[in-house]
């Protein structure tokens, strides 16, 4: 069945850094546009980076250009966020979403949690 595992989140101090990774199984990984998603409690998800299936191109949030870069490994079926700089609005769930590049399906892991605070 089709999976996506997130991982790397936790507790960090402002200023730290974490690396996010989701693990995907179940479909055919370098036919999917890949994002991450964040949502905060009380906040609606919102698109923090994307992806395209040859990682040729990537899409950034304004809130988090310069300190997020989104990469991925088709040979691991993986997807990564190295996420630097962070700061304490960045707490939130975090979530990998892959898209058909056509759009024809989609899907969503259960996301990992990212706190930053002192």
């Known amino acids: 069945q089709v999976q996506l595992v997130e991982s790397g989140g936790g507790l960090v101090q402002p200023g730290g850094s974490l690396r996010l990774s989701c693990l995907a199984s179940?479909?055919?990984?370098?036919?999917?546009?890949m994002s991450w998603y964040r949502q905060a409690p009380g906040k609606e998800r919102e698109l923090v980076a994307r992806?395209?299936?040859?990682?040729?191109?990537?899409n950034y949030a304004d809130s988090v250009k310069g300190r997020f870069t989104i990469s991925r490994d088709n040979a691991k079926n993986t997807v990564y966020l190295q996420m630097n700089s962070l700061k304490p609005e960045d707490t939130a769930v975090y979530l990998c979403?892959?898209?058909?590049?056509?759009?024809?399906?989609?899907?969503w892991g259960q996301g990992t949690q990212v706190t930053v605070s002192s």
């Open positions: 992806i395209t299936t040859t990682g040729g191109t990537t």
């Open positions: 979403n892959a898209n058909h590049f056509r759009g024809i399906s989609n899907y």
């Open positions: 179940g479909f055919t990984f370098s036919i999917y546009v």
